[in-house]
């Protein structure tokens, strides 16, 4: 794994290490197809973390902000997402909202800090598309650890995706990091296309 650190691939998330001082963790960017499963079926497609998570845990997904800043109409959040039900996150990261292209109840939803990103475009059935950008290694650092819940050093998984409406205005800018694969079923049992 290379260990240059590449700020657009983890960009928003490294906005969060530079608040807090830390180096960014090793990365290496990685071709959609070259990803193992079940990390493949996970992350590369074009659709929704959020309800991708939900079907692959089984049960409907809670948001933990772990960070969280706003600019005007720019809204920042560090999060990892939990199985309800659960203490263990099944992924982490960081997403940019730009709240200005938002419905007033949706603005509000976002605002509010409770619920996915995702679970907030299906509830106000808001037209949208999910473009990934990167897929990537990451080896695993303080700051992912605790988010996680993971001791040591470990080859995680993520994406850098692009969240745009109707009108191809970005709403979203996505940082997405899975944990080991422990607790997710593998993707032949919950019908994600590959």
Avoid: W
Avoid at 49 to 62: H, K, N, Q, Y
Wanted: aromatic share 6%; with cysteine.
């Amino acid at each position: 794994m290379q260990v240059k650190p590449d700020f657009d691939m983890i960009y928003p998330l490294k906005e969060f290490y530079e608040q807090s001082a830390l180096p960014l963790p090793a990365l290496a960017r990685i071709e959609g197809p070259d990803m193992p499963e079940p990390y493949r079926s996970l992350l590369v497609h074009e659709r929704d973390m959020t309800p991708t998570l939900e079907e692959a845990c089984g049960c409907s997904i809670r948001l933990c902000v772990l960070g969280y800043k706003q600019r005007h109409n720019l809204v920042s959040r560090q999060v990892t997402l939990v199985p309800e039900g659960s203490e263990t996150p099944v992924a982490f990261g960081a997403i940019r909202i730009d709240i200005e292209y938002l419905s007033p109840e949706a603005r509000g939803l976002v605002l509010e800090r409770r619920l996915p990103l995702g679970t907030i475009l299906r509830m106000q059935s808001i037209e949208h598309v999910s473009l990934p950008s990167a897929f990537f290694q990451v080896r695993s650092d303080a700051m992912i650890n605790s988010a996680l819940q993971l001791s040591g050093t470990c080859v995680l998984f993520g994406r850098r995706n692009v969240i745009t409406d109707a009108a191809q205005r970005t709403l979203a800018e996505v940082v997405e990091i899975l944990p080991p694969s422990n607790g997710i079923r593998h993707p032949e049992n919950f019908g994600i296309e590959r």
